[in-house]
């Protein structure tokens, strides 16, 4: 099973400021196969990136996914008061699909 | 518009099984794979297992392979999971998604939709 590990926990940051969040992989997953998530209270997850880099429809350009093999990043470049929430990272490249554990971006 | 509806909550003792329905509409449900994720109170993500909806190949979860089912109804457009031998730790909200692309075009990438939870309450 490959083991996803965000980092940090989380992040405290003020509107305006940019965000990086991190995806380490236990075992190499290919690009293709590796997504982002958004999460707020009460509400299911919403798709952010897939393909490690590629927004998914309606995302905001402030969003952008990276990396290969084992190091993932996603990259918020202006933090607007409704990005405060938590992300996941996601892997399709092996059974079972896993998710990490998570990342919330709280202000500060 | 794509939407998936869930069936409503359940509160089930432990040793019983729940069954949870999810309804498309909007699409061609044959065409796409739907998944099931969970999320227990507080916590991350966890994924159940998927089914093709086309041909009804499912794959599932080492953690849960002895104890989910998933299946679906093509004249109803609707995907089920069934989760038997519930313990107090499945309490948690159970999502199901569908797939970014048609599977003909590509392997699952990304849940674009979700449907809105249904929380499964495990106590005796």
């Known amino acids: 099973e490959i083991v996803l590990t965000q980092s940090p926990g989380t992040l405290s940051l003020s509107p305006g400021e940019g965000a990086t969040l991190s995806c380490r992989a236990s075992q190499s997953v290919s690009s293709t196969y590796l997504a982002w998530y958004q999460q707020k209270p009460g509400q299911a997850p919403r798709l952010l990136i897939y393909?490690?880099?590629s927004r998914a429809t309606d995302i905001p350009d402030r969003f952008s996914g990276s990396g290969s093999g084992t190091d993932f990043s996603l990259t918020i470049s202006r933090l607007e008061t409704e990005d405060f929430a938590v992300y996941y990272c996601?892997?399709?490249?092996?059974?079972?699909?896993?998710f990490g554990g998570g990342t919330k971006v709280e202000i500060k | 518009q794509v939407q998936l509806v869930q069936s409503g909550a359940e509160v089930k003792k432990p040793g019983a099984s729940v069954k949870v329905s999810c309804k498309a509409s909007?699409?061609?449900?044959?065409?796409?794979?739907i998944h099931w994720v969970r999320q227990a109170p507080g916590q991350g993500l966890e994924w159940v297992g998927w089914?093709?909806?086309?041909?009804?190949?499912?794959k599932y979860s080492q953690k849960f392979q002895d104890r989910v089912t998933i299946t679906r109804d093509t004249s109803a457009s609707t995907a089920y999971m069934d989760l038997s031998g519930l313990r107090s730790e499945d309490t948690a909200v159970y999502y199901c998604?569908?797939?970014?692309?048609?599977?003909?075009?590509?392997?699952?990438?990304?849940?674009?939709?979700w449907g809105q939870g249904t929380l499964v309450t495990v106590s005796s």
């Open positions: 909007g699409y061609t449900f044959t065409s796409y794979t």
């Open positions: 393909g490690a880099s």
């Open positions: 089914i093709h909806a086309g041909n009804g190949n499912t």
């Open positions: 996601q892997q399709f490249g092996s059974s079972p699909l896993t």
């Open positions: 998604a569908r797939d970014l692309f048609p599977l003909i075009v590509a392997p699952p990438m990304g849940y674009t939709y």
